[in-house]
């Protein structure tokens, strides 16, 4: 069947149906990432987004549920050069197409990925509406993309109700991670534990703005235990329960529209707690303490971004997934200071906030398939709560 992909300036791409038949409005975004599609799709900051894969074979390992970062896909859409129907992996469950179509999740092949993902850097992330409706009458269209905003996602993507995690091993100063704390199941952001080892005996707040699993998981690798709670929680709540540190997750939309959570989020920097924040959360401390936030021309999304330590001068390649940076400029220098940068645009990848047990960052340290460059971000975290000052 054909499709159709209506962008907000006008252009026109045709290409075959995939996934669920149904017409889709959303904001268009691209990602970079030469795997982890599966990731992509149960990423909640994907939500209110039609995402754009640029490597040009999709679903060629099919979908492998324990892989998933959350109980469903998120993105409005999906759009991609050639949809591989025949997977072959040991360990797939099913195939993308499937995936799709049981989730209801409609979208758009071959059609060229190349030159979407061009015209959205040329002229920015727009709008746009996938159908199959071949007599669609584009001057009609045109300003229901145009009024199109994502709006207040991230109370659609927490978790409904607070609920644990449990440290699954010790991490020594140089040996490895054994255990694993895993989701299994049909349940939404449900956490199954494969064994118990012993634990650092810690305590996280893990405030749920869009959580992917694997930042819980990868705490819980390192024998913390692990509260996770809906982003509109009180602070004062979170604080009740007297955790060891808080970690302020990724999530989806504008930073700006969650004003009630940057009320309380505030409440959390005054705390003598160490915080810990990525993504999302990382943007909304820097509103909490009055820095500003734009949006990007086309935004960060894959799994090969370079960031610049400019403590130590090194570079670590990321995983991010974001449209929205803290504007470096509206730094108080008295507040926070910035710790990493990208050395693609120079734009904030990080801060450190002076004379408190916070820092946080843009990208995703948890990633999962890759790269894990930034994995250390956890251990330092952990640090941080051992010694009560930053490390």
Not at 154 to 174: F, H, I, P, Q, W
Not at 216 to 227: E, F
Request: net charge negative; aromatic share 8%.
């Amino acid at each position: 069947m054909k499709a159709f992909l209506i962008l907000e300036d006008g252009t026109v791409f045709e290409g075959i149906q995939i996934g669920a038949d149904r017409e889709v409005i959303s904001e268009i975004v691209f990602n970079t990432s030469m795997a982890g599609y599966l990731e992509v799709l149960t990423d909640p900051s994907y939500a209110g987004q039609a995402v754009c894969m640029t490597y040009p074979l999709i679903g060629n390992y099919g979908i492998c549920s324990e892989d998933m970062e959350s109980g469903r896909p998120w993105p409005d859409g999906f759009i991609v050069r050639e949809l591989s129907r025949i997977p072959s992996n040991f360990r797939c469950d099913k195939t993308i197409q499937q995936f799709l179509e049981e989730n209801g999740v409609p979208g758009i092949a071959g059609i060229d990925t190349r030159a979407l993902t061009k015209l959205l850097r040329e002229k920015g992330t727009m709008n746009g509406m996938i159908t199959t409706n071949e007599a669609y009458d584009r001057d009609a269209i045109l300003p229901k993309l145009k009024a199109y905003t994502t709006g207040r996602v991230v109370e659609r993507v927490t978790c409904a109700e607070k609920y644990e995690v449990k440290g699954s091993a010790a991490l020594g100063d140089n040996g490895p991670i054994s255990g694993s704390a895993v989701y299994t199941g049909e349940q939404e952001k449900k956490p199954t534990l494969v064994r118990k080892l012993n634990g650092r005996g810690k305590r996280v707040a893990l405030l749920d703005l869009g959580m992917k699993r694997n930042i819980a998981v990868s705490l819980a690798q390192r024998g913390i235990d692990v509260t996770v709670y809906p982003a509109m929680t009180q602070a004062a709540e979170i604080l009740a329960d007297r955790p060891d540190g808080i970690m302020l997750s990724n999530g989806p939309g504008d930073p700006k529209e969650c004003t009630e959570i940057i009320k309380e989020i505030r409440k959390l920097y005054d705390a003598q707690v160490p915080v810990f924040a990525i993504c999302l959360g990382h943007q909304l401390m820097a509103l909490a303490t009055g820095a500003d936030t734009y949006k990007l021309k086309y935004g960060h999304r894959g799994g090969n971004h370079p960031v610049k330590d400019l403590e130590t001068g090194r570079v670590y390649i990321s995983s991010q997934n974001h449209g929205y940076v803290v504007d470096m400029d509206t730094l108080d220098a008295a507040v926070a200071v910035p710790a990493f940068v990208n050395a693609n645009d120079g734009t904030c990848e990080g801060l450190s906030y002076v004379g408190k047990n916070i820092f946080t960052v843009q990208y995703h340290p948890e990633a999962c398939p890759g790269p894990q460059d930034s994995g250390y971000l956890f251990d330092r975290f952990i640090r941080m709560m051992e010694v009560g000052k930053n490390a």
